[in-house]
């Protein structure tokens, strides 16, 4: 299996702040990596696929770039609305793997 | 617009065999390149994949649950149906299928609700 590792586990900051989040793949996964939000009691919700392409109707505030083993998460300008758990999963092979998440919180 | 919506059993028990069922509309299963998968998440937990049935009838599962998994479809229903047999209180979970497809590069675009099951005597 792949292992998919996010970091950090979590993260507190303020809306308007820049935040980052990272995904690295345990073998080479070229550009077949998906970032998804969930909320509390709700499914998660297909943010970014292919490392880079923006899902229709998410914000431009969010980007994602990478390629092989490394990926990162951008959320430009934090809003309130942004608080929640982002996931990293690959789809470059089965199984497809998770990251463990990385909850952003309220600083 | 696609949607989709898991149905089964809210409580099982120990050992007994679920069977979850997701309805879907919006899309066919016989069209090239779509798929439909399962996901699980315990509760407070990571989100796991395990299993997937693709337009041409490629399963796919879990390796290390693939002796308690199968998938099937029924394109005449628009159902997928995932049977987990032996259950296991660890497997208790809120229980996610969704449609993926060429598309979107086999991301999971559109999610079901989710449906909790707990496994408990």
């Known amino acids: 299996d792949i292992q998919m590792t996010q970091s950090p586990s979590s993260l507190s900051a303020s809306v308007g702040d820049r935040v980052t989040i990272t995904c690295r793949a345990s073998?080479?996964?070229?550009?077949?990596l998906n970032w998804y939000q969930q909320k509390p009691g709700k499914a998660p919700n297909l943010l970014i696929y292919a490392a880079s392409s923006l899902q229709s109707g998410v914000p431009l505030r969010f980007s994602g770039s990478g390629s092989g083993t490394d990926f990162t998460l951008t959320i430009n300008s934090l809003q309130p609305e942004d608080f929640a758990t982002y996931y990293c999963q690959q789809s470059y092979t089965t199984p497809r793997t998770f990251g463990q998440g990385t909850k952003v919180e309220i600083k | 617009q696609i949607t989709l919506k898991e149905s089964g059993p809210t409580l099982v028990k120990p050992t007994q065999t679920l069977t979850l069922t997701c309805t879907f509309s919006g899309f066919s299963l016989i069209t090239s390149g779509v798929g439909v998968g399962w996901i699980r998440q315990p509760p407070g937990e990571a989100l796991e994949w395990l299993a997937l049935v693709y337009w041409d009838d490629d399963e796919r599962y879990y390796p290390s649950l693939r002796n308690r998994l199968t998938i099937t479809k029924d394109t005449s229903k628009n159902q997928v149906v995932l049977t987990m047999t032996n259950m296991d209180p660890v497997d208790t979970a809120t229980y996610y299928c969704?449609?993926?497809?060429?598309?979107?590069?086999?991301?999971?675009?559109?999610w079901g609700q989710g449906t909790m099951v707990t496994v408990s005597s």
């Open positions: 969704a449609h993926t497809s060429a598309k979107y590069k086999y991301a999971f675009d559109i």
């Open positions: 073998q080479p996964i070229d550009r077949n």
